[in-house]
């Protein structure tokens, strides 16, 4: 199993640009995750997934959709990237019930300039 | 508001040398509290579920307990590949997401 897998590892962006970032899982999770994490403010959570064409917002939903048309996947959009929006992003899986065993990607690090 | 505090912000140790973290938290009610484990560069590990106060588990060098109002990492004669930031994460009653800490950098030398 590739567990949960996210491209690209690195991106750069001006203001203004849209980008895709790509989730996949091989588990069979239900559920999934988008968070950011910045120096000094932890982990946070931009929005979730509890199953295929089920979504909900998190702590930091603005500047941000997701949509889940099938469970391995769970892509997160930036709809007009923003300097504040530089931070790096995880993805993360987990089955029903198990909110608290999350399996993390390995993280994209996005720089807005 | 729910809030989960974790100190000391890093700890710097010598191999052997015991200590442990704390993640003190305040939620309506308690789900479960998790450990996690990250390395630099990379997304973090799960290691622990706690449910209730009184709770122990372990795991080779680590060990975490849970009450109340927070809980230990106790990490028992480290060694240098225990380095890594470790994060406490909290699910309130009723709730399906988590609060995570801001984490302990751990660094042990040799």
């Known amino acids: 199993n590739a567990g949960v897998t996210q491209t690209p590892k690195f991106q750069v962006l001006k203001t203004g640009q849209s980008m895709t970032l790509q989730c996949a899982q091989d588990?069979?999770?239900?559920?999934m995750s988008w968070y950011r994490q910045d120096p000094g403010m932890g982990l946070r959570l931009i929005h979730y997934s509890v199953g295929a064409g089920i979504t909900d917002q998190g702590e930091v939903p603005n500047g941000y959709n997701v949509s889940r048309s099938t469970t391995e996947d769970f892509p997160l959009r930036l709809l007009s990237a923003a300097p504040s929006q530089t931070s790096v992003y995880f993805c993360?899986?987990?089955?029903?019930?198990?909110?608290?065993?999350?399996?993390f990607g390995p993280g994209t690090r996005l720089t807005v300039l | 508001e729910d809030q989960v505090t974790q100190s000391p912000e890093a700890l710097r140790l010598q191999e052997g040398e015991s200590s442990s973290l704390n993640c003190s938290y305040t939620v309506s009610g308690l789900r479960g509290l998790f450990w996690y484990r990250q390395d630099p560069g990379k997304g973090p590990e799960f290691l622990f579920t706690l449910y209730s106060a009184g709770e122990e588990k372990e795991k080779e060098r680590l060990k975490a307990t849970l009450t109340k109002k927070e809980s230990f990492l106790h990490i028992t004669a480290p060694k240098p590949e225990d380095s890594a930031t470790y994060l406490c994460a909290v699910q309130p009653s009723g709730y399906s997401t988590l609060t995570f800490g801001k984490g302990t950098m751990l660094l042990v030398s040799p």
């Open positions: 588990m069979n999770h239900e559920y």
């Open positions: 993360a899986s987990n089955q029903r019930g198990q909110r608290g065993e999350q399996f």
